[in-house]
C-alpha cells in the first residue's frame, strides 16, 4: 500500500460523458502527478500539481482538466469523453520535486 | 514520446534463475527510476538511481546506471514467481514528470 488513494477504482460511463477522478496523496506529500496508461501508447504523463499550483503539463488533452486543492487532493476532470480515452489513470505524489513518485492504485475508466 | 525502451519487451525464466532488463534513454537525466506493475494494478517504486551514482542495490535487486551510454540495467537474483510482473524504468530529463519506457513483461514460472 503505497498510501495514494484514488475513486473511484472502476468507472463505466457513455462517450460525450463527463467524469471526475479523485486522488489523495500520501500524508505530507505536496506533489501530485496524473498518468494515463493504455495499451498503445503505454504511461504517459499528464499534469503535475505542487502545493497547489499547476507544476508541469505533458500530453493532457484540452478536454481534459485538473486541480489540486488546499488540502492537497487533486481532482482530474475528463470532459466530451470518447471510446480512446478508456485508459488505466493513475496518480501519484512526491514530498517535492523531483523525487520517488508513489503511485495510487488507479481508476480504470471504459468509455461506450 | 517514449524517453526509454525497455529491452527485452518479454522474459520468461524458471524460479531461481536471475533475471536482467535493460532501459535505454534519450536525454540526460537527474535520475532513474525502476517500477513494477502487477497485472492491470498500481506501480510500485523500486529503485532510484541517480545520475552520478553507477550502481545500486536493494536486497535481490541491483541497478546499473551508464550515463555515457544512456542506459540502465535492472538485474532480480533468484527469481521468485511473486516477481512475475512488468517492470518500468523512468527517467526525469531533469523536469518534473516522469517518462516510462515500454516495459519488460517478466514472468517467472514455478
Known amino acids: 500500500d503505497s498510501g495514494v488513494t484514488q475513486t473511484p477504482k472502476h468507472l463505466i460511463t457513455a462517450t460525450g460523458q463527463r467524469v471526475t477522478l479523485r486522488c489523495s496523496p500520501r500524508?505530507?506529500?505536496?506533489?501530485v502527478y496524473w498518468y494515463q496508461q493504455s495499451l498503445d501508447q503505454g504511461l504517459q504523463f499528464l499534469i503535475q500539481y505542487y502545493n497547489g499550483e499547476e507544476r508541469a503539463k505533458g500530453n493532457i488533452l484540452e478536454r481534459f482538466s485538473a486541480q489540486q486543492f488546499p488540502d492537497l487532493h487533486s481532482e482530474l476532470n475528463l470532459s466530451s469523453l470518447e471510446l480512446g480515452d478508456s485508459a488505466l489513470y493513475f496518480c501519484?505524489?512526491?514530498?517535492?520535486?523531483?523525487?520517488?513518485?508513489?503511485f495510487g492504485p488507479g481508476t480504470r475508466l471504459l468509455v461506450l | 514520446s517514449q524517453q526509454g525502451e525497455e529491452d527485452p519487451q518479454a522474459l520468461s525464466i524458471q524460479e531461481g534463475e536471475n533475471a536482467t532488463m535493460n532501459c535505454s534513454y534519450k536525454t540526460s537525466i537527474n535520475n532513474l527510476q525502476w517500477y513494477r506493475q502487477n497485472s492491470g494494478r498500481g506501480l510500485v517504486h523500486l529503485i532510484l538511481?541517480?545520475?552520478?551514482?553507477r550502481e545500486k542495490h536493494s536486497g535481490r535487486l541491483r541497478v546499473t546506471l551508464d550515463t555515457s551510454k544512456k542506459s540502465s540495467s535492472l538485474l532480480i537474483t533468484a527469481s521468485r514467481a511473486a516477481d512475475t510482473a512488468s517492470y518500468f524504468c523512468a527517467t526525469d530529463a531533469h523536469t518534473d514528470k516522469l517518462i516510462f519506457g515500454t516495459g519488460t513483461r517478466l514472468q517467472v514460472f514455478p
Open positions: 500524508s505530507g506529500d505536496l506533489s
Open positions: 501519484a505524489s512526491s514530498l517535492g520535486i523531483q523525487e520517488t513518485q508513489y
Open positions: 538511481i541517480r545520475s552520478n551514482e
